[in-house]
């Protein structure tokens, strides 16, 4: 996996709250952090993906039906003990 070296801007809040993360043993630089933060947006957008997805699925699949509660419970109960 190769790299590449990237100049970013921040304020002078932002610098101080990477530095109070490194100080605090969560990270070991700059860069580890902002991996890190990376790689959790690209996490979360995966899971906001799927769940668009799923929404769309959902709606796709045609006009809701009426649902019994109590009869599910009876039947998971019956099913499952």
């Given at each position: 996996?190769g790299t590449v070296r990237k100049t970013i801007t921040l ?35 995966i899971e906001v993906e799927t ?31």
């Open positions: 996996m304020t002078d809040k932002q610098d101080s709250w990477i530095k109070s993360q490194i100080e605090a043993g969560h990270y070991t630089n700059d860069s580890e952090y902002i991996r890190d933060l990376i790689r959790r947006e690209q996490e979360r957008s769940i668009r997805a799923a929404l769309i699925e959902g709606e796709s699949s045609g006009e809701p039906r009426p649902f019994d509660a109590a009869a599910f419970k009876q039947r998971m109960s019956a099913r499952h003990g």
